[in-house]
């Protein structure tokens, strides 16, 4: 199971590269090539994210005493993930800039309310992206608390499953030693009931050969 983890992790670590490297070539292009650009990074990020899920998915089924360390390293992951599609927001934010450019132009004719139009929107774009980032993190932690709280549920779960298979155990040692408890009670039982028996035996013919002999030695003396 870890081995696939591995495997997702080197994967990931070479796709971010590659996002790295493309974003930082975003603000330098123009046009169609930058449009096509910012095409692939979308794709990547998308792959990247899949990846995550992936690997996400590999921790949930690694046993709980080792889950903790590849749970730090997926947070790790995820932060990586958060700074790259900022990365790339500021990026395309870049591509808004010569957009702006063009539509000033190089020959200064182009007037300041225009530029301070498009200066209004950058700081909107930023201020929404920036809002953009917040909810995404708020997201990610409550995303990260909810893995958690599953986690130590599924704990709690095998945990009491653990102590239910115990007291089963205990009861059908109970049963087991009650079982045990009322032979030795019947076999005892029986026991005392035939030593009562053999004693009034004992004592009845005790009796008998008492009186037999006390009647033989009656007609002894009476024959006399």
Not at 61 to 66: A, C, G, K, N, V
Request: glycine share 6%; aromatic share 4%.
């Amino acid at each position: 199971m870890s081995s696939d983890f591995e495997s997702y992790e080197q994967d990931f670590a070479v796709l971010t590269a590659e996002i790295t490297g493309r974003i930082g070539k975003v603000p330098k292009l123009v046009g169609d090539e930058k449009k096509q650009m910012v095409v692939n990074v979308e794709k990547q990020l998308e792959e990247a994210r899949e990846l995550l899920e992936q690997m996400e998915l590999e921790v949930r089924e690694i046993p709980p005493q080792s889950r903790g360390m590849y749970s730090s390293r997926m947070r790790s992951y995820k932060q990586e993930m958060g700074k790259l599609e900022a990365d790339f927001k500021r990026s395309r934010i870049a591509y808004s800039d010569e957009v702006r450019n063009e539509l000033l132009g190089d020959d200064g004719n182009s007037s300041e309310n225009q530029l301070i139009k498009l200066r209004e929107e950058r700081a909107h774009l930023l201020d929404n992206t920036e809002r953009l980032e917040r909810s995404s993190r708020r997201l990610e932690a409550g995303y990260q608390i909810a893995v958690e709280t599953e986690q130590i549920g599924q704990e709690m779960l095998e945990n009491l499953s653990h102590d239910r298979e115990k007291i089963q155990r205990a009861r059908e040692r109970l049963r087991e030693t009650d079982a045990n408890l009322g032979k030795s009670s019947r076999i005892l039982t029986g026991m005392l009931r035939r030593i009562i028996q053999n004693r009034i035996l004992i004592v009845v013919l005790a009796i008998v050969i008492i009186f037999t002999t006390m009647m033989a030695i009656f007609f002894s003396v009476k024959g006399r």
